[in-house]
């Protein structure tokens, strides 16, 4: 068990909805990324968020968006859902906003998001 | 760009058989290099991380790599498979110290 923790662990929806994800990072851990696994694509970094601040930002299509919250926690929200969103998508955490590349970012178990 | 190559998609191996899963990293510099591991239906693990203090990593359950710049490789070894391993494993390269770059995964069989 990492100690990051994401809800829902399913989310069944159909396209054109809207869904949220959450996630709460580890106990002190201030940063929080968002990641994609797809068949086609494999691991994807998707966006960053460090003590409540946009960081950094990789392949995340403008129907996604992303917010973390003064507890800490994240929440990615997809809207205008296709059948190509469906993933697997996790969240993970770090202590520092990756200092040098040194940090170590820890998974939670993943939401797996199925478009109908 | 930093990336990484794993160079098998798929790996078998019996019982008791040494592992090996190969990777090749590309990198403008000294990288900072990790191995995940994921059993079915589970979130990612990290098994070892390499950050230029050493160039053999050694990690959990027995698994280790070697960092080799010359080779521009970051192979993970294990001298003897255990059912338990068989999972998909994930060569990893931080970019820009926060993104983690993912290889496309070697999917590892352990057969008795």
């Known amino acids: 068990d990492s100690g990051v923790t994401q809800t829902p662990k399913h989310l069944i929806t159909a396209t054109g909805q809207r869904v949220t994800l959450r996630c709460s990072p580890r106990?002190?851990?201030?940063?929080v990324y968002w990641y994609q696994q797809s068949l086609d694509q494999g691991l994807q970094f998707l966006i960053q968020y460090y003590n409540g601040e946009e960081r950094a930002k990789g392949n995340i299509l403008e129907r996604f968006s992303a917010q973390q919250f003064p507890d800490l926690h994240s929440e990615l929200n997809l809207s205008s859902l296709e059948l190509g969103d469906s993933a697997l998508y996790f969240c993970a955490s770090s202590t520092v906003p990756g200092t040098g590349g040194t940090d170590t970012q820890y998974f939670g178990p993943g939401t797996r998001l199925t478009v109908l | 760009a930093q990336s990484v190559t794993q160079l098998d998609s798929h790996v078998s191996v019996s019982e008791g058989t040494p592992v090996l899963l190969r990777c090749n990293y590309s990198s403008s510099y000294s990288p900072s290099l990790f191995w995940y591991v994921q059993h079915p239906n589970k979130g990612l693990q990290l098994l070892l991380k390499y950050t230029s203090a050493a160039t053999l990593v050694k990690g959990i359950n027995g698994f280790e790599a070697e960092f080799k710049k010359s080779e521009t490789s970051f192979h993970l070894t294990k001298p003897s498979a255990h059912m338990s391993d068989a999972a998909e494993y994930f060569c990893v390269v931080s970019v820009s110290g926060y993104a983690l770059n993912f290889g496309k995964g070697t999917s590892l069989l352990v057969t008795p």
């Open positions: 106990s002190g851990d201030l940063s």
